[in-house]
């Protein structure tokens, strides 16, 4: 079955430090997604993404947040300087239709810790 | 966007039992989606229901939709300690934006 890769599983950076998490969406899907989830709290998301920019950003992605689409395969988000609130699991998620008219797949995740 | 309210925030049964969780929502709806996410994980689309069926099955799975009550539940029958998990609905409306909103879920333990 198709999967969403999700790349690094763990990364630990230093407040301030720049990240990059990435993933590897199911290739046929044309949406994108990154939604995050702090420590016993809910999923929460972040934004979308479709034919190369944003359709949809919440309140949480802010000026430190980019996301890009470097080549065929990858979607990446980057968060520029990062807070000691920022730690949380990031999932990837990708959707063949619009509101994930079939479903969205989720990645594993990449637990943030910063220190 | 809008987000469900799932019903119970907790469900402990025993292996075997059926479960039942509910989901309620605002406004709406194209349709609906059902997810499941083990601790730490990331979610997994059970199963979508559209605004235009009433019941839907796959494998121990049941869904059904009232949009005249806005609301949906979700049976699973036969459960395992391996259904134990959260669940959580998410209402898709094509036409108001493309996230999905996932609210607190119900988590649900099944005991061996």
């Known amino acids: 079955e198709p999967e969403v890769t999700q790349t690094p599983s763990h990364q630990v950076t230093q407040m301030g430090q720049e990240v990059i998490l990435r993933c590897v969406p199911i290739?046929?899907?044309?949406?994108f997604y990154w939604y995050r989830q702090i420590l016993g709290q809910k999923v929460e998301f972040l934004v979308s993404?479709?034919?190369?920019?944003?359709?949809?950003k919440s309140e949480i992605f802010d000026d430190q947040f980019s996301v890009e689409r470097p080549d065929g395969s990858n979607f990446t988000l980057k968060i520029r300087s990062t807070k000691l609130e920022d730690s949380a699991m990031y999932f990837c998620?990708?959707?063949?239709?619009?509101?994930?008219?079939?479903?969205?797949?989720f990645g594993s995740g990449t637990r943030l810790t910063v220190v | 966007s809008q987000q469900g309210e799932e019903d119970p925030q907790a469900l402990s049964i025993q292996e075997g039992e059926n479960a039942t969780m509910n989901c309620s929502y605002k406004t709406s709806i194209n349709n609906l989606q059902w997810y499941r996410q083990n601790s730490g994980r990331g979610l997994v689309h059970l199963i979508l229901i559209r605004s235009n069926e009433r019941e839907k099955h796959s494998g121990r799975l049941r869904v059904t939709l009232d949009t005249s009550k806005k609301s949906s539940s979700l049976l699973i029958t036969a459960s395992r300690a391996a259904d134990t998990a959260s669940y959580f609905c998410?209402?898709?409306?094509?036409?108001?934006?493309?996230?999905?909103?996932f609210g607190e879920g119900t988590q649900l333990t099944v005991n061996p």
């Open positions: 998410a209402p898709a409306v094509e036409t108001s934006g493309s996230r999905l909103t």
């Open positions: 998620a990708s959707s063949e239709m619009w509101s994930g008219g079939d479903g969205y797949t």
């Open positions: 993404f479709y034919n190369n920019e944003i359709s949809e």
């Open positions: 290739s046929n899907h044309l949406y």
